[in-house]
Nanobody, 113 residues
Framework: QVQLVESGGGLVQAGGSLRLSCAAS???????MAWFRQAPGKQREFVAR???????NYADSVKGRFTISRDNAKNTMYLQMSSLKPEDTAIYYC????????WGQGTQVTVSS
């Protein structure tokens, strides 16, 4: 059973930076991974995705500010967030697919203006 655990969220001022981590366990062959986020009263939305070969894509709203990466040896994915804006405030979720969609429990990111 694949499990995902996020960490690194917190409170930051606008313009600041945070680095999120997502550690996967339960399998040595984790495929594509992604970050999603859900703001209060809104639907969960795609943020960024990274494949095993390191290729990635981003939502337009975060391009140029966020960088996704992964360490396959550690089964860990990262999201470096810079130039944060209040509208980035959300719970950030880690995702992968292993026989079914797998989600982490989420980590709160709050950006104050």
């Amino acid at each position: 059973q694949v499990q995902l655990v996020e960490s690194g969220g917190g409170l930051v001022q606008a313009g600041g930076s945070l680095r999120l981590s997502c550690a996967a366990s339960g399998s040595s062959s984790i495929g594509a991974m992604a970050w999603f986020r859900q703001a209060p009263g809104k639907q969960r939305e795609f943020v960024a995705r990274i494949n095993v070969d390191g290729s990635s894509n981003y939502a337009d709203s975060v391009k140029g500010r966020f960088t996704i990466s992964r360490d396959n040896a550690k089964n860990t994915m990262y999201l470096q967030m810079s130039s944060l804006k209040p509208e980035d405030t959300a719970i950030y979720y880690c995702w992968t697919y292993f026989r079914a969609d797998r989600w982490g429990q989420g980590t709160q990111v709050t950006v104050s203006s």
